[in-house]
């Protein structure tokens, strides 16, 4: 196991993992018992894992507790009998683009906008860190220990981070439910965001947005509902090809924020267009089966010195027919 590595007191979170012991949920739904702490009241009630506790379909593993925002957390890892559910449109494709200006843009036209949360509760942090600022705090150089009033204003800005942190995980969870219990398929890009925060001037947007954390609960919410999640190749063009007639632009600057084809005349928010190729990525995927996806995919960035537009190659469009996006809320 080799020699343990000890947390840091100051920089880590508090936290501590019960593995074995006397780990249980109390009847009256209200305490909680683990080892060497005893019973603990909740402020949560615990009714809903008493409930499967009690009909045997589920088991605690077991139990962390963590201080958050100045706040004690205790979560429990349990085994649960999860019954086979299946979306509520199983034929259905849906397409998902992320953004800044729009949390999610889906390829059926809607729009669902970025709460930004960070920036509503920026000028109350930015104010409670003043007055932090102006308090006597510590000095490890000098031995000098912090004040009651530094103490009581550090809590504040502690909480107030971690108001935002919970918001931001809320708004994740509800956009990741309703797309994983209605659509049988997703498909969504392979995006670097740890690239994307070197951006100085969107780091902090993005890093608000959370795209990440919304790629992580759409992979395994899809496996808890019955539905499947499909990942585009990172250096798949998704906004720079048309959704009309396939043509791929060798350049699309960012600030250019309406799709305009000079093929075929498609003029369309770019983030509606980057949905409907992510829609039909997933056709193409099926038919290829689970190799490399033909003539739509991409290993490399598009090349700077080309053309300024390339036809796809062809095979994947259906005859008769311009564009290989299914028809939204049908089969596809």
């Keep these: 196991m080799g020699f343990p590595r000890f947390k840091s007191r100051r920089r880590a979170t508090p936290s501590i993992r019960f593995t074995t012991g006397a780990i249980r949920v109390e009847t009256d739904r209200k305490h909680v018992v683990l080892p060497r702490l005893g019973r603990l009241k909740t402020h949560e009630s615990t009714r809903k894992l008493a409930r499967r506790l009690e009909a045997g379909t589920a088991r605690i593993l077991s139990a962390t507790v963590r201080r958050d925002g100045g706040r004690w957390h205790v979560a429990f890892c349990v085994e649960v009998n999860r019954a086979e559910l299946t979306?509520?449109?199983?034929?259905?494709?849906?397409?998902?683009?992320?953004?800044?200006?729009?949390?999610?843009?889906?390829?059926t036209g809607k729009l669902l906008p970025n709460p930004r949360h960070l920036d509503t509760a920026a000028r109350r942090m930015r104010r409670l860190s003043r007055r932090m600022s102006r308090r006597v705090g510590p000095n490890r150089r000098t031995g000098r220990r912090p004040s009651n009033r530094w103490e009581r204003a550090r809590r504040q800005v502690a909480r107030a981070h971690a108001r935002v942190a919970n918001l931001r995980r809320d708004g994740l969870h509800q956009l990741t439910v309703r797309l994983t219990r209605e659509y049988g398929t997703i498909v969504v890009e392979d995006l670097n965001v740890a690239g994307m925060l070197r951006n100085r001037r969107l780091a902090r947007r993005i890093a608000d947005a959370g795209f990440g954390e919304l790629r992580r609960q759409l992979a395994y919410k899809t496996a808890w509902n019955g539905g499947r999640l499909i990942v585009a190749n990172r250096w798949y063009p998704s906004s720079k090809t048309c959704s009309a007639c396939g043509t791929v632009k060798a350049k699309l600057a960012l600030s250019e924020r309406t799709y305009t084809c000079t093929t075929c005349g498609l003029i369309l928010d770019r983030d509606i267009n980057a949905a409907r190729n992510l829609a039909a990525l997933a056709h193409e995927v099926d038919t290829a089966g689970s190799g490399p996806v033909a003539g739509r995919g991409a290993d490399h960035k598009t090349r700077p010195g080309g053309p300024v537009a390339t036809k796809r190659q062809p095979g994947t469009a259906t005859a008769g027919k311009t564009g290989t996006v299914p028809p939204q809320g049908r089969t596809a």
């Design 87 to 107: 979306p509520t449109r199983p034929h259905t494709v849906i397409g998902v683009d992320v953004g800044v200006k729009h949390l999610a843009v889906l390829s």
